[in-house]
């Protein structure tokens, strides 16, 4: 009987501690039981979870407009089972994942700063026991889209590079919202911008224009100024948020002509008979000068002087035996020099980007000439490597070298091919070298070298076959630089047009769509929501020329989906491309009227002043207070009447000494 009394107090019991949990209360029981084997004690501790209630914020979006902080909101909170003994919060930045308030002590009804877009606000409180209890609230803060600011500090308004070099300029833009921005020229080609990765602190985005080696035969006309020693290239610059918002600047991009030397074709051993056919030797010089100055020649021998050169660089010689050093061949060296004249109005800033002041350039070119009566043949005396057929793998380096041999005493000029590619000219010397390696990412095959050595009359020649595996480029650590064709690696340098008009691509068998392309067109005018489906093209080239079987660097996109319409105009209500250029943002920009910009000096697109606050992040300065202006007024009204009383005054004394004097003239 008694432990059936027992047992319906612990049933009591644990229904009370139940109903204190379900209440929200905290109770505490021991229970000492005692039987006849044993005797022993039982503590039940339930504490119950107390109810903190978050009034504000509540779990919603709130919108600030166009505002660059602070974003302050109401911390009202309630507790209808506990007194609590303290209040704390905690506010997590959930964009950045940081905590940006850490356990901040409050009294209910307080305001307190949200940061920007999601957050997340833990709220926490404590009871006399020091039991801590907690719960939490997610918002979100919507201040709206501000436009991006190009630095002026970092971008300049003149960009210098020497012709036959290639520009690299980076400059930053900002962009508050923490937006991808996408730059863009107004003319392409020799010119290209990209955006660099990653950006700094989200805000600040690293951009760089640059190009390929700027040769002259690549440079309009249009474009060279009334000196005619450097072009100028006008650009505008532009950057643009995902809402369409944009900066630009203008800037001009200046190419300093350099004066590049003259430069001699190779001519090469020569040799001539002293009877019979080929006793005359007559050769024009040709040269390369791409300034287009007067050139003057000059020829000089290791012996005596045979001839001379004319002014336009023509050789005219006829031998016979009287050349001869008793009836054996004879050979002289013979070195023809040129120089041009130099710049006629070379730029002021050509020494600091070309290195050079435009003064005049000379090239020059020595060659064999040999006087014979009997020419006997050259012949290659030695080779190496000795194997005609061998494999390679990776870019490991080859090394060839060839021993020629003339009975005439000439020497040979070398002259070295891949694949009936002329790699190299060696002239001067009986053993000649070639090392030649190559690039990773290559197509695999056969590959012929040869050497070919001649007199000018005879010739002789040897040739190896490679069996060339190729290996994959290692991935490089950043996208950058490199050399093309012939080196161990070449990094591609990607350089991309505008994007062309957008075409319906229903049209689209008249470009060569593929059946997978088009397919996936069509998925992502659905994602965008376009009603009607198109697509652009550009065209992107590698600056750097690599052969890679692999690009180290993946080609950009060059075909994107797009809003089609028939007649793209500058009111179409779409930002597209046409007449030849793309628009900046919706109907603005490129061939249309500059976009409105934060840098304009002109107050538009819902700014608060010129150029700040609304979608601009720049403050505007404060305003004269209503009170300080209207004194200002004040003053001045009573300034001008003073000046008039004063005048007025003055007008009256010379009235009245006037009638003075009359009156004294009267008497």
């Not at 061998?390 to 870019?395: E, K, Q, R, S, Y």
Request: hydrophobic share 35%; aromatic share 12%.
């Amino acid at each position: 009987m008694k432990r059936i009394i027992l047992f319906i107090l612990f049933l009591l019991l644990i229904t009370f501690n139940f109903t204190t949990v379900f209440l929200n209360l905290s109770y505490e029981k021991n229970i000492l039981f005692t039987g006849r084997a044993s005797t022993g004690a039982i503590t039940f501790t339930i504490i119950g979870e107390e109810d903190i209630t978050i009034i504000s914020p509540l779990n919603t979006t709130y919108s600030f407009g166009l505002s660059l902080g602070p974003y302050p909101l109401e911390l009202n909170v309630t507790n209808n089972t506990f007194l609590p003994e303290s209040w704390w919060y905690s506010l997590w930045d959930m964009k950045h994942t940081e905590l940006s308030v850490n356990n901040q002590t409050f009294s209910p009804d307080t305001m307190i700063n949200a940061t920007r877009w999601d957050n997340k606000l833990y709220v926490y409180a404590n009871n006399s026991s020091g039991s801590v209890f907690s719960n939490y609230v997610s918002f979100y803060i919507d201040v709206g889209n501000h436009a991006p600011v190009i630095e002026g500090d970092t971008l300049n308004q003149t960009i210098y590079v020497c012709e036959d070099d290639y520009l690299r300029y980076f400059f930053n833009a900002t962009d508050i919202d923490e937006e991808v921005l996408t730059p863009s020229l107004s003319d392409y080609a020799p010119f290209y911008i990209e955006r660099k990765n990653p950006a700094v602190n989200w805000t600040a985005w690293m951009f760089e224009i640059y190009s390929g080696i700027i040769y002259n035969n690549l440079l309009s006309e249009a474009n060279k100024d009334s000196f005619g020693n450097w072009w100028i290239y006008p650009e505008t610059v532009g950057v643009t948020d995902s809402g369409a918002l944009s900066d630009t600047k203008e800037i001009n991009i200046t190419i300093i002509e350099r004066n590049d030397a003259p430069i001699i074709q190779t001519i090469g051993v020569q040799t001539i008979w002293v009877q019979g056919i080929g006793t005359h030797f007559y050769k024009q010089v040709q040269i390369t000068e791409e300034e287009g100055g007067i050139v003057n020649y000059n020829l000089s021998f290791s012996g005596p002087e045979l001839f001379e050169i004319s002014s336009s660089g023509l050789m005219d010689f006829t031998a016979d035996e009287s050349y001869l050093n008793n009836g054996n061949p004879v050979t002289y060296d013979l070195t023809v020099c040129v120089n041009d004249t130099g710049l006629d109005y070379p730029h002021e800033y050509i020494d600091t980007y070309c290195f050079q002041d435009g003064s005049s350039q000379y090239d020059c070119e020595t060659f064999g000439l040999t006087i014979t009566n009997d020419n006997r043949n050259v012949s290659i005396i030695g080779y190496s490597p000795t194997e005609l057929f061998f494999n390679l793998v990776g870019t490991e380096q080859l090394f060839f070298e060839v021993i020629g041999y003339d009975p005439d005493g000439t020497i040979p000029d070398a002259y070295w091919y891949l694949d009936d590619v002329l790699l190299e000219y060696d002239s001067g010397s009986s053993i000649n070298n070639l090392s030649y390696s190559f690039a990773c990412g290559i197509a695999s095959g056969n590959h012929t070298f040869k050497a070919e050595i001649t007199d000018g009359l005879s010739n002789d020649s040897v040739e190896w076959i490679v069996n060339h595996t190729s290996t994959s480029c290692p991935l490089p650590p950043t996208p950058g630089g490199g050399g093309g064709g012939g080196g161990i690696v070449c990094t591609e340098k990607w350089a991309c047009e505008e994007w062309k008009k957008c075409k319906f691509l229903k049209d689209s068998y008249l470009d060569s769509i593929g059946e997978q392309d088009y397919l996936l067109l069509q998925q992502s005018c659905s994602d965008l929501g376009y009603p009607v489906c198109g697509y652009q093209k550009r065209d992107c080239i590698d600056l750097n020329n690599c052969s890679n079987q692999i690009p180290r660097i993946p080609k950009p996109d060059d075909l994107i989906s797009c809003y089609y319409t028939d007649n793209p105009d500058c009111s179409d209500g779409i930002k597209n491309c046409h007449h030849g250029s793309c628009e900046l943002g919706i109907d603005c920009g490129g061939f249309c009227d500059p976009c409105p910009t934060c840098s304009d000096g002109i107050q538009n697109q819902g700014e608060k002043g010129i150029d700040c606050e609304g979608p601009c992040s720049k403050i505007c300065p404060p305003e004269f207070p209503l009170k300080t202006s209207s004194i200002i007024i004040y003053l001045l009204i009573l300034l001008i009447i003073l000046i008039l009383v004063l005048i007025l005054f003055r007008i009256f004394l010379l009235v009245k000494r006037r009638k003075k004097s009359k009156r004294e003239g009267h008497r």
